[in-house]
C-alpha cells in the first residue's frame, strides 16, 4: 500500500502542530493492527503493519512461527516454507511474510483519520495542561464565550484556552453574558482522560486577594501581607492584613488615596461589600476588629478558641449583620466562634453569674 499524500499530510501535521510523525506513525501502526483483526476475524493469528514514511508505504506482515510440523495453520509455518520466504530462518524463528488484505484500503483510511484527530485532541489537551500548570491559584483575563442553563465557558488568555465556570463559582445575581470581559481566578486544570479542563471561579476568596494584589503593589511586594479572607460573593468579603514594615499603614496602602485602589477591587467584584480589617497577635483584639463595622465595647474567651462579644445596645444589628452575614463572616476570619451580646445583655448575664455565685458562696 502506497500513500504519499498520507505521509505528506503527516509531514505538514508535525510542522503546524508540533507534533512528531513518530507518534502518529506509532500510534497508526497500532490502530491499524486492532482494525485488521477486527475486520478479519478468522484471518492470520498475529499481524504487523510496518509504515514507511521515506518510501510512503505501509506494508503488511503475518507473523507466524517456524516449526518442523505444522500443527495450527494460523500461527505456525513449515521450517521448508519459511525458508522459500528467507533461508536464514531456523525452527523456534518469527517468520514474518508480506500480505496485501483485500478490501481494507476503506477500513485503513478512517482508521487514519481516527488516529489523527485522536492525537490532535490529545495534543492540545496536553498543551492546555502544560500551559496551565502554573496558571493555578492566579488572576485571569477573560472574554465569555458561551452560557448555557448551568456553566460558562470563558476564553482565557491569548491562546483561547476555553475555561470552564461551574454554578458554584459563579456570583449569585451575576449576570454572565456572551462578549463580556472579566477576571476570573483559575481554581484548577483537570485532566479528564480525553479533555483537559480548566476550572475558573468568580466566588473564590482567592480573586479577592488576587484583586487586592494586583491594586496594591504593597502586597505585591510583601510588605503589606493578607493574613486571612473570608467571603461570601456577591455580599460581603472580609480581609485581615497585617504591615511587615512599621511605617507602612497596611490599611491605608489597601484603600488607597481617596479610596482608588479598595474602590477599584469593588468595582471589579460588581459593589460587593469589602471591610479592611487590621490583623492582629492578641486574638480578642482581632476579634474586636473582626466585627468592623460595628463598634466593640469588650471581648472575653470562655473557651478554647470560643469569645464572647460585647457590643453597644444600638450596634448590635449591625455586629450580627443581615441573616448573621457579619459575625459569621467574623467567625471565619478568625477561626473563632464568637458569640454577639448587647451591653445590656451582657451586664444582665453578669448579674445573673454574680448573684448566683454569691448564693453558692453563702451555702
Known amino acids: 500500500m502506497v500513500n504519499k499524500e498520507f505521509f505528506l499530510a503527516l509531514a505538514d501535521l508535525e510542522a503546524e502542530k508540533g507534533i512528531s510523525s513518530e507518534i502518529f506513525i506509532e500510534a497508526l501502526r497500532n490502530a491499524l493492527v486492532s482494525a485488521y483483526k477486527k475486520q478479519y476475524e478468522n484471518g492470520a493469528g498475529s499481524v504487523d503493519v510496518v509504515l514507511n514514511p521515506e518510501k510512503s508505504t505501509i506494508k503488511f506482515y503475518i507473523l507466524k512461527t517456524a516449526v518442523e510440523e505444522v500443527t495450527d495453520p494460523e500461527k505456525e509455518i513449515s521450517l521448508a516454507e519459511a525458508q522459500m520466504i528467507k533461508k536464514s530462518y531456523k525452527l523456534g524463528d518469527e517468520v514474518r511474510e508480506e500480505f496485501v488484505p483485500k478490501d481494507f484500503g476503506r477500513i485503513a483510511a478512517q482508521t487514519a483519520k481516527q488516529v489523527i484527530m485522536q492525537k490532535l485532541h490529545e495534543t492540545e489537551r496536553d498543551n492546555t495542561l502544560s500551559e496551565f500548570s502554573d496558571k493555578k491559584d492566579e488572576l485571569m483575563s477573560c472574554v465569555v464565550r458561551k452560557v448555557d442553563a448551568k456553566n460558562v465557558y470563558v476564553e482565557l488568555g491569548k491562546g483561547q484556552i476555553e475555561g470552564v465556570m461551574l454554578p458554584q463559582d459563579q456570583v449569585p445575581g451575576e449576570k454572565y453574558n456572551v462578549n ?68 507602612v499603614d497596611a490599611v491605608g496602602a489597601c484603600v488607597g488615596n481617596k479610596g482608588a485602589r479598595v474602590n477599584a477591587v469593588v468595582s471589579e467584584l460588581n459593589g460587593e461589600k469589602v471591610d479592611i480589617i487590621l490583623w492582629s497577635e492578641n486574638p480578642l483584639e482581632f476579634i474586636a476588629k473582626s466585627l468592623s463595622p460595628a463598634k466593640v465595647i469588650s471581648v472575653t474567651q470562655v473557651d478554647e478558641k470560643s469569645a464572647i462579644a460585647v457590643v453597644p445596645d444600638d450596634k448590635l444589628s449591625l455586629a450580627i449583620g443581615r441573616d448573621g452575614q457579619n459575625a459569621r463572616l467574623a467567625a471565619r476570619l478568625t477561626g473563632w466562634k464568637i458569640d454577639v451580646k448587647s451591653e445590656s445583655a451582657a451586664a444582665k448575664l453578669d448579674s445573673l453569674q454574680n448573684k448566683a455565685e454569691k448564693e453558692e458562696t453563702e451555702e
Open 180 to 247: 463580556d470581559r472579566l477576571k476570573v481566578y483559575v481554581k484548577n486544570v483537570k485532566n479528564n482522560g480525553r479533555n483537559a479542563q480548566v476550572l475558573v471561579s468568580r466566588t473564590s476568596a482567592g480573586l479577592v486577594k488576587r484583586l487586592f494584589e494586583e491594586e496594591v503593589p504593597e502586597i505585591k511586594s510583601g510588605v503589606v501581607v493578607i493574613k486571612s479572607i473570608s467571603r461570601e460573593a456577591g455580599q460581603r468579603t472580609k480581609m485581615a492584613i497585617a504591615s511587615e514594615d512599621p511605617q
